[in-house]
């Protein structure tokens, strides 16, 4: 655990680095000594960024240490992704929020209160992984009763089918919109297309938050060498629609522009494209090492840094939290490491619903 | 009497009266043409989508996630394959999540060669629809079938994949849809809209029943002893033609009508080939793994003992495309003599 914890302190001493991205972001970080928003509720954000950081590092190390097959996530973009959380109206049915989401999104389960055993579970594929039984990569969450489609690992697919979602909430009236996330690479996908023309027809406009989390990497290959547009915000506007480009590594500047963006789209029953700007920490997954990147910003520290400032947190503080997780992530997957495996008899279950699971051309 | 595409009208009309389906939508199905085969005119719920076949089979798929009951069109199936990828994806959702989603969505698309509609307008999806479970797969052959099937798919929790033949599309059945006018033209001046202007034009639809038909059950349309043939779609009544033709020789062949490819009916299969140690599979699809092939594979797995010949497949042919000369398609797909001579290869055959 100890060992566990210098690592959360200085990732960067005993981790290979990632080379870094061909054109960083300019302009958009905020380094604003302003912090417009709750005490309470900037230690709450940052409480979780954590917790959601020694989550991932722990679903990292476990894939290091043969307990997983495979780890992709969200390290990086917590600062985006808790204040997302924050804002969703959680729960079953068009009344809510339908959640379209790729699988970067662990830092917004936690953030709506999600307990991190069920990531813990599916990363090392056991058969009590809420998400899918064991069947499907870390990260690919799904809850119904959190209206959480479930993940998939094909890029944008998750772009058509929320105006899908959002028609169905118009119709029945209500604040409840569908929002959409997914990275800047994948936006080259006719379903961002598809997700614009949808979701903006005249007169027809669906309460669809398309939110684009733009880290300037596809695995391996730089943005700027395969797109060339400017901002991927603007790909909106040919639609009539509002959009706005943030930084996402700050999330005082993500709550307060997603918070006028949910409004928006909660009450005017359009749509509004979100590019933000976020990190990638710990590369594209376990296929590229998954190890620390150096060169890109930490929102972590970033945000310490600001809270330290404010007098709201000391280091101290900040180093017990990070134990505290790291602690109780440590135990949670020795717990899981126990757990069974899904039998093998099981995967006729759940084909078709309503029907019970059989081989049909068992005798 | 009806034809397919009238059948399929009132089937949605019932459906979206009486089944719960709020959705019907894809490219040109809403007023004012109602769909190019005039599947979906007069319907309240129809409308036009954008020209784009993934944001139709992606938009039912969020649709039937939020509760509704989308019942979405592929214009030609041609151009369903582009969205292969959703259809798997809409085909695992039940199964990926462990039982927690699923998604009541009904995929319809015309199929098939016959109306010399050349390369990009004659394509099967038989054989590709049945390689992507957890879909149910429904192929009529007679307007009355299309209707309870269609019923039937409505009434689904899973995703049903609705293959129109479109050959077939304008053919009268010889079985009336219950609560059909027995007359025509009287039909057709009740739901068939009018050239011109449509604009006040509104169906007055007949009083429809739920004569539903439950998926995965096949109809044995003519019974025989000596051959039996399993088929679907367009080429069912060119098999059934066959052995009516056949049986003025003294041959008698079994027609069974699949209706459902999965889940099919094995055991009606089964029983027919037990009796006649004969079988012949026919459709139009491409031979390389084709689905005809599969029912060939489990007869020889599961009845070879009782074979009296080797089982065959007479399909489509090999090839990229279907020609737009009419002497290209016939030696594409399926004709008459091709099925007639296999049938007659067939019950000549001892072991």
């Given at each position: 655990m100890a060992r566990d914890a210098k690592k959360m302190s200085?990732?960067?001493?005993s981790a290979k680095a990632e080379k870094p991205a061909a054109k960083p972001f300019k302009a958009l970080v905020t380094h604003s000594d302003?912090?417009?928003?709750?005490k309470e509720l900037l230690l709450s954000m940052h409480d979780t960024m954590v917790k959601a950081r020694v989550l991932e590092e722990r679903l990292i190390a476990m894939y290091k240490t043969g307990h997983g097959y495979f780890w992709i996530g969200g390290p990086g973009e917590e600062a985006f992704n808790v204040p997302l959380g924050l804002l969703i109206k959680k729960g079953?049915?068009?009344a809510y929020d339908y959640l379209h989401f790729h699988y970067r999104q662990s830092a917004t389960l936690l953030a709506m209160g999600e307990e991190p055993l069920g990531a813990l579970r599916q990363m090392k594929n056991t058969?009590?992984?809420?998400?899918?039984g064991g069947r499907n990569f870390a990260g690919h969450f799904s809850k119904k009763e959190w209206n959480l489609v479930p993940v998939s690992?094909?890029?944008?697919?998750q772009y058509g089918m929320a105006p899908g979602t959002a028609l169905v909430q118009k119709r029945f009236g209500g604040d409840g919109i569908s929002i959409v996330t997914g990275g800047?690479?994948?936006?080259?996908?006719?379903d961002f297309a598809s997700c614009l023309v949808w979701s903006s027809?005249?007169?027809?406009?669906?309460p669809v938050l398309i939110i684009v989390t733009n880290n300037r990497w596809g695995i391996s290959t730089p943005f700027d060498q395969v797109q060339g547009?400017?901002?991927?915000?603007?790909?909106g506007v040919a639609f009539g629609m509002k959009t706005k480009t943030i930084d996402g590594n700050d999330p005082i500047s993500a709550y307060l522009e997603l918070k006028e963006a949910f409004e928006y789209v909660r009450t005017e029953r359009k749509p509004y494209l979100v590019e933000a700007h976020v990190?990638?920490?710990?590369?594209?997954s376990s296929a590229s090492g998954a190890n620390f990147a150096?060169?890109?910003?930490d929102c972590i520290a970033q945000f310490e840094a600001k809270l330290e400032k404010a007098g709201y947190l000391t280091k101290k503080q900040a180093q017990a939290i990070r134990d505290r997780y790291t602690e109780q992530l440590a135990e949670l997957a020795n717990q899981v490491k126990e757990e069974p495996f899904p039998?093998?008899?099981?995967?006729?279950?759940?084909?078709?619903?309503?029907e019970p699971g059989r081989d049909p051309f068992a005798s | 009497m009806a034809n397919m595409a009238q059948a399929v009208r009132m089937a949605l009309h019932y459906a979206e009266k009486?089944?719960?389906?709020?959705d019907i939508f894809?490219?040109?199905?809403?007023?004012?043409?109602?769909?190019v085969f005039t599947c979906?005119?007069?319907?309240?719920t129809t409308w036009n989508s954008p020209l784009d076949e993934r944001g139709i089979i992606s938009t039912a798929m969020g649709i039937a996630l939020a509760g509704g009951r989308p019942v979405a069109e592929?214009?030609?199936?041609?151009?369903i394959y582009n969205t292969i990828d959703l259809l798997k994806l809409a085909g695992n959702t039940h199964w990926a999540s462990n039982g927690q989603w699923n998604l009541p969505m009904v995929v319809m698309t015309p199929v098939g060669s016959?109306?010399?509609?050349s390369i990009y307008h004659s394509h099967s999806f038989d054989a590709s629809a049945t390689h992507i479970p957890g879909w149910k797969i429904v192929m009529p052959s007679t307007p009355r079938d299309a209707y309870g099937l269609l019923l039937s798919a409505c009434k689904e929790t899973n995703p049903v994949m609705f293959l129109i033949p479109k050959a077939l599309m304008r053919v009268r059945g010889q079985?009336?849809?219950?609560?059909?006018?027995?007359e025509d033209k009287a039909l057709s001046k009740m739901i068939d809209a009018p050239l011109?202007?449509?604009?006040k034009w509104k169906a007055q639809w007949?009083?429809?029943?739920?004569a539903s038909i439950p998926l995965g059950q096949a109809k044995t349309v003519r019974v025989g002893s000596q051959v039996t043939v399993v088929s679907y779609g367009r080429t069912l009544p060119m098999c059934t033609a066959a052995a009516e033709k056949l049986a003025g020789e003294g041959l008698d062949a079994e027609v069974i009508?699949?209706?459902?490819?999965?889940?099919?009916?094995w055991a009606a299969i089964k029983a027919s080939i037990e009796k006649t140690g004969r079988v012949l599979f026919v459709n139009?699809?491409?031979?390389?793994?084709n689905f005809g092939e599969h029912l060939v594979r489990r007869t020889v797995d599961e009845l070879f003992f009782k074979l009296l010949a080797p089982p065959k497949l007479v399909a489509?042919?090999?090839?990229p495309g279907i020609g737009l000369a009419d002497p290209l398609e016939a030696a594409s797909v399926p004709q008459p003599h091709d099925i007639e001579a296999a049938i007659r290869a067939l019950a000549n055959t001892q072991p």
């Open positions: 200085a990732p960067a001493k302003e912090l417009p928003l709750e079953m049915g068009p058969a009590l992984d809420p998400y899918s690992s094909p890029i944008e697919v800047d690479a994948g936006t080259a996908e006719g027809r005249k007169g027809q406009e669906l547009v400017e901002k991927i915000s603007d790909r990190s990638r920490l710990y590369g594209h150096t060169h890109e910003t039998d093998g008899s099981t995967i006729w279950d759940h084909v078709f619903h309503g | 009486n089944l719960g389906v709020t894809g490219e040109d199905v809403g007023a004012p043409l109602g769909g979906t005119q007069g319907l309240e592929i214009q030609f199936c041609d151009y016959g109306i010399r509609g079985e009336l849809i219950p609560g059909e006018p027995a011109g202007d449509r604009s007949p009083a429809l029943e739920d009508d699949l209706r459902t490819l999965w889940p099919y009916d139009e699809d491409t031979e390389v793994t489509g042919k090999f090839v």
